[in-house]
């Protein structure tokens, strides 16, 4: 008897776990689903000393549009943005397409990540300082086809840490 108790604490110990948290709040996350549906991907980890600050439903009670995000979460570590964009893509599922303007990219856990050079481009017409966008194209469940960007506004987080967060996002 005392055997099948030790097992049942390890069992949930051990179940426990394997579920780990998600850097977004769990009221975040149900809003996130709630407005983005099968488009509500989100990163498992963040790197560290960034913390969740805000999301933001860029469709604005829309239908998401080919092209434009789908909805932004923001991450700071002090002046340091960091925001995961989910878009839904236009075109093709042709990778081609999704590397258009790389300068780099790398397989990892199976996905093809790509990454750009320092810029100052944000597809959000928010101004801020230089920055690194990483990315994955994928066919969410429903088929859509969506984009999942990790742009480091403070380019100072090593790409294949931010490539490791984008290719291990994962449906909400």
Not at 68 to 93: D, I, M, R
Request: aromatic share 8%.
């Amino acid at each position: 008897m005392r055997t099948a108790g030790l097992f049942g604490i390890v069992f949930v110990l051990a179940s426990g776990a394997a579920a780990a948290p998600t850097p977004v709040p769990a009221a975040a996350t149900k809003a996130i689903v709630s407005a983005a549906g099968t488009a509500a991907y989100l990163p498992r980890s963040v790197p560290a000393g960034y913390r969740y600050l805000r999301w933001k439903d860029a469709t604005a009670g829309r239908p998401p549009v080919p092209g434009a995000a789908v909805f932004v979460v923001t991450f700071a570590h002090g002046n340091a943005p960091l925001l995961w964009t989910v878009t839904l893509a236009a075109g093709s599922a042709d990778e081609q397409v999704c590397n258009v303007d790389s300068v780099g990219h790398s397989t990892v856990v199976g996905q093809a990540v790509y990454w750009s050079r320092l810029t100052t481009y944000d597809p959000l017409a928010e101004s801020g300082p230089k920055g690194r966008h990483v990315w994955r194209c994928f066919n969410a469940p429903g088929g859509q086809r969506l984009i999942v960007d990790l742009y480091d506004q403070g380019a100072h987080v090593a790409i294949p840490v931010l490539t490791r967060i984008v290719a291990d996002s994962s449906a909400s």
